[in-house]
């Protein structure tokens, strides 16, 4: 095919031709074609000197063509015979039959890997869309099973909350029986236990409304500069006298414990005389009686 083709573009311009005729396109014929690419041969042929053809058959190196590989076994260059008429016509024709050959195994060939791409492509695509199914799927499971633990963790956690409220209204009603069988002499219990409960609110109560009437809110959301410079003067001012009263309670406080251990000391040394009297000087009559 070397010997027919000059470079790869005028084997391209083959083939297109030759597919289109297959094709049944609007194009030139496949007889016109070949007719024209061997008219081009010939041409080529005359502008070659018989010495340059001497030199290339001494060993002279030329341009390499451009060639497509031929992927059938190579035919034989005709011989020609000596001293006999050459038959050119013989010759050009089975060049033909021989680059004919070659091309239609190239395009062979061509359409066979191009079969096998899509083919993979398609078996890519299949495994692509197999795998997106399958990891669909997957997750659909993990969603279900992720449901059902949530499900599960509600129930366990309903079902604790209940059992609890079932044992606190179990204990409630074993406390209430067991002081209600307690007798007459405990009567008035259950009222005193009220009576200090109710103490104990009224008392957390008073304490509650003391420190919400201590307790002033702020109000410095819309305040400017000199507001805040104000505000803080004020509580700076109300802590100050609030420290002063806590050390005046402080003192007071040592005061007053300093005055109950002076007189439990005096109590205390007031009794032992009593008592160191009465054994020194025995019994006495007091109030009419002897002691």
């Avoid at 470079?7 to 007889?31: C, M, T």
């Avoid at 340059?52 to 992927?71: F, K, N, S, W, Y």
């Avoid at 050459?86 to 039959?97: L, Q």
Wanted: with cysteine; glycine share 6%.
């Amino acid at each position: 095919m070397s010997s027919f083709f000059r470079n790869s573009s005028d084997a391209y311009v083959f083939l297109f031709l030759f597919r289109g005729h297959q094709e049944g396109k609007n194009i030139p014929s496949f007889q016109q074609a070949a007719s024209f690419l061997s008219s081009l041969k010939s041409l080529l042929l005359l502008f070659l000197s018989p010495e340059e053809d001497e030199e290339q058959g001494e060993g002279g190196e030329t341009a390499p063509l451009h060639c497509v590989e031929p992927l059938v076994t190579q035919l034989a260059a005709p011989k020609i015979p000596e001293g006999e008429r050459v038959d050119f016509d013989d010759i050009h024709r089975k060049r033909m039959e021989k680059d004919l050959l070659e091309l239609q195994t190239l395009i062979d060939v061509h359409f066979e890997q191009r079969k096998k791409e899509e083919e993979e492509l398609i078996g890519l695509k299949d495994r692509i869309e197999s795998r997106r199914a399958e990891r669909a799927e997957q997750q659909r499971v993990r969603a279900e099973k992720e449901r059902d633990r949530q499900t599960r963790i509600a129930e366990e956690r309903q079902r604790k909350e209940d059992e609890e409220a079932k044992k606190r209204a179990d204990d409630e009603a074993k406390k209430k029986k067991v002081l209600s069988n307690m007798g007459a002499h405990f009567g008035g219990f259950l009222a005193k236990v009220e009576q200090r409960r109710g103490k104990r609110q009224t008392a957390r109560e008073i304490k509650k409304k003391t420190l919400a009437e201590r307790r002033k809110p702020l109000a410095i959301e819309n305040l400017r500069e000199d507001g805040l410079r104000s505000r803080a003067k004020e509580m700076w001012e109300c802590i100050y006298e609030l420290e002063s009263e806590k050390f005046d309670l402080t003192e007071k406080m040592k005061r007053q414990k300093y005055e109950v251990g002076h007189l439990a000391e005096n109590t205390h040394n007031s009794i032992l005389e009593t008592a160191t009297f009465k054994k020194v000087h025995g019994k006495g009559k007091v109030g009419g009686r002897w002691k």
